[in-house]
């Protein structure tokens, strides 16, 4: 049997996923910036494991970060979980900023991203009719617009919303860019423009210099990975909910 | 009472009647904090709302030295962070725990209150019912989280004193009492849900929640005419 990695503190790592998951993308991706190994465990969400049941017996979704035995559930409680766990002084900068309101801001744009980006683009590839589609397209792009004109306030000119490096709601909204992909490539929507007379010029250069970094290209999958998967969930599950296509 | 810190004033933009702007006048009255409160007519349009909260248009806001907050969980999280010396801190110190306040405040908002709002969004009765029955079951996942951070005491979620999930939560226990007294649904039931129920009365016998909640014969008026307007009807219980 495989001997179990060990966090910095002793504890094994175990992490629950589905790899082309945004929420899982992000948490792992905090993981490899804080250098922190932990066993990784790809989850079939058609058929739950005992382990992710007993582990998230609420939501049964992923992902779950299992610390030392004891589990952690919901990506951003994870995500501040392991920023605190391997705090700036021992590996890798601190996601969230120091000062109380810049860290209110970074949550609200994330939840944002989550409570009115994630659902519109995820409408696009359920809608049941060409008006919804539409629809959806325009909910996406209004969306990626706020954060377009929020990147502008928050980045202060520099290559990420937090700053020189990548920060909280960097990971929350990059983990999302593998499905931008996926649009563009089997629905024909762009939502990140980065051609010239872009309505997101700020976002495209952020996007180009975030999938650059090591930890996504060590945790994103390639846009074919997400593509096959989102044609499984189309032959088994028609109509599903945000919950079930991704976590 | 200590004061907010020199030339940092706070000040709430609410509607009277929000269970969200409860949870932030309890959080700032926990931490003792001074702060000018704004009503707000939502029917009517307010400049100091929209330059305040663009993106959502909606209350509460904390502006903290002109500065906005928006979002309640997220305002509730801010004062704890901004104001360390006030009063003591909404989660706890030890990181596992944190995460599990964090994970039942989300549920709270995800699971509990869009359940809630379904009991009244539709006209059909079978799914109002289905809303209900959905509600309850958040109540009685809620009812097992209480058993697991309250510790021994069995007192506040947030185990020796006031915590996160008993701010975030005790928003809502306004909107309990009015919605079992007008409907008569028990979210929270000393039969189905003991613990809730004690901790629900513990809750409103504290000041700072008192301060912080509206008074409930005018929030029951005020919802009584809302269910009338929507010609609501009471689903039958199992």
């Given at each position: 049997?495989e001997?179990?990695?060990?966090?910095?503190?002793?504890?094994?790592?175990k992490?629950?996923?589905?790899?082309?998951?945004?929420?899982?993308?992000?948490?792992?991706m905090?993981?490899?910036?804080?250098?922190?190994?932990?066993?990784?465990i790809?989850?079939d969400?058609?058929?739950?494991?005992?382990?992710?049941?007993?582990?998230?017996?609420?939501?049964?979704?992923?992902?779950?970060?299992?610390?030392?035995?004891?589990?952690?559930c919901?990506?951003?409680?994870?995500?501040?979980?392991?920023?605190?766990v391997?705090?700036?002084?021992?590996?890798?900068?601190?996601?969230?900023?120091?000062?109380?309101?810049?860290?209110?801001?970074?949550?609200?744009?994330?939840?944002?991203?989550?409570?009115?980006?994630?659902?519109?683009?995820?409408?696009?590839?359920?809608?049941?009719?060409?008006?919804e589609?539409?629809?959806?397209?325009?909910?996406?792009?209004?969306?990626?617009?706020?954060?377009?004109?929020?990147?502008?306030?928050?980045?202060?000119?520099?290559a990420?919303?937090?700053?020189?490096?990548?920060?909280?709601?960097?990971?929350?909204?990059?983990?999302?860019?593998?499905?931008?992909?996926?649009?563009r490539?089997?629905?024909?929507?762009v939502?990140?423009?980065d051609?010239?007379?872009?309505?997101?010029?700020?976002?495209?250069?952020?996007?180009?210099?975030?999938?650059?970094?090591?930890?996504?290209?060590e945790?994103?999958?390639?846009?074919?990975?997400?593509?096959?998967?989102?044609?499984?969930?189309?032959?088994?599950?028609?109509?599903?909910?945000?919950?079930?296509?991704?976590? | 009472?200590?004061?907010?810190?020199?030339?940092?004033?706070?000040?709430?933009?609410?509607?009277?009647?929000?269970?969200?702007?409860?949870?932030?006048?309890?959080?700032?009255?926990?931490?003792?904090?001074?702060?000018?409160?704004v009503?707000?007519?939502?029917?009517?349009?307010?400049?100091?709302?929209?330059?305040?909260?663009p993106?959502?248009?909606?209350?509460?806001?904390?502006?903290?030295?002109?500065?906005?907050?928006?979002?309640?969980?997220?305002?509730?999280?801010?004062?704890?962070?901004?104001?360390?010396?006030?009063?003591p801190?909404?989660?706890?110190?030890?990181?596992?725990a944190?995460?599990?306040?964090?994970?039942?405040?989300?549920?709270?908002?995800?699971?509990?209150?869009?359940?809630?709002?379904?009991?009244?969004?539709t006209k059909?009765?079978?799914?109002?019912?289905?809303?209900?029955?959905?509600?309850?079951?958040?109540?009685?996942?809620?009812?097992?989280?209480?058993r697991?951070?309250?510790?021994?005491?069995?007192?506040?979620?947030g185990?020796?004193?006031?915590?996160?999930?008993?701010?975030?939560?005790?928003?809502?226990?306004?909107?309990?009492?009015?919605?079992?007294?007008?409907?008569?649904?028990?979210?929270?039931?000393?039969?189905?849900?003991?613990?809730?129920?004690?901790?629900?009365d513990?809750?409103?016998?504290?000041?700072?929640?008192?301060?912080a909640?509206?008074?409930?014969?005018?929030?029951l008026?005020?919802?009584?005419?809302?269910?009338?307007?929507?010609?609501?009807?009471t689903?039958?219980?199992?």
């Amino acid at each position: 049997m495989e001997k179990e990695p060990k966090g910095d503190d002793g504890g094994d790592l175990k992490l629950l996923g589905l790899t082309v998951s945004p929420f899982v993308i992000r948490v792992r991706m905090v993981l490899q910036m804080k250098a922190v190994s932990y066993r990784y465990i790809e989850q079939d969400l058609f058929i739950k494991s005992d382990l992710l049941v007993t582990s998230n017996p609420v939501h049964k979704k992923v992902p779950v970060l299992i610390h030392g035995g004891r589990p952690v559930c919901e990506s951003s409680a994870i995500m501040e979980y392991v920023d605190e766990v391997w705090a700036a002084s021992t590996t890798g900068a601190s996601i969230l900023p120091a000062d109380p309101y810049e860290r209110a801001t970074a949550r609200f744009w994330a939840a944002y991203a989550d409570s009115k980006l994630l659902p519109a683009w995820v409408g696009i590839m359920w809608a049941a009719t060409e008006e919804e589609r539409t629809e959806k397209v325009d909910e996406t792009l209004a969306a990626i617009g706020r954060l377009e004109e929020a990147f502008g306030e928050c980045s202060n000119g520099k290559a990420f919303f937090a700053g020189d490096s990548v920060g909280y709601l960097d990971l929350v909204l990059g983990s999302q860019l593998l499905w931008f992909g996926v649009l563009r490539k089997m629905f024909g929507v762009v939502v990140i423009d980065d051609d010239a007379g872009s309505k997101t010029p700020l976002l495209a250069s952020w996007a180009k210099q975030f999938v650059e970094t090591d930890m996504a290209k060590e945790v994103v999958p390639d846009v074919d990975t997400a593509v096959e998967y989102l044609k499984k969930l189309q032959a088994h599950r028609p109509g599903s909910t945000v919950t079930q296509l991704l976590s | 009472m200590a004061t907010a810190g020199s030339g940092d004033e706070l000040k709430v933009l609410g509607a009277w009647a929000s269970p969200f702007l409860v949870r932030v006048l309890f959080a700032l009255q926990l931490k003792g904090l001074r702060y000018e409160y704004v009503e707000v007519d939502l029917k009517e349009k307010n400049e100091l709302l929209l330059a305040s909260n663009p993106v959502h248009k909606k209350i509460p806001v904390l502006l903290h030295a002109g500065k906005p907050v928006c979002e309640s969980q997220l305002i509730v999280q801010y004062i704890d962070e901004a104001f360390p010396a006030s009063g003591p801190s909404f989660l706890p110190a030890d990181t596992h725990a944190r995460a599990v306040a964090r994970f039942w405040g989300a549920y709270v908002d995800d699971k509990l209150l869009s359940s809630w709002k379904g009991i009244f969004a539709t006209k059909d009765e079978e799914e109002n019912a289905e809303a209900v029955r959905q509600t309850l079951a958040a109540a009685d996942a809620l009812e097992g989280a209480f058993r697991e951070c309250s510790g021994e005491k069995l007192e506040w979620f947030g185990g020796d004193g006031v915590g996160y999930v008993d701010i975030v939560l005790g928003g809502l226990v306004p909107s309990m009492n009015v919605l079992e007294l007008a409907v008569g649904i028990k979210v929270v039931d000393p039969d189905r849900t003991p613990l809730l129920a004690a901790w629900k009365d513990r809750f409103c016998a504290l000041d700072a929640a008192k301060a912080a909640m509206p008074p409930l014969d005018r929030l029951l008026e005020n919802a009584k005419k809302y269910l009338a307007e929507i010609s609501f009807k009471t689903p039958a219980s199992k």
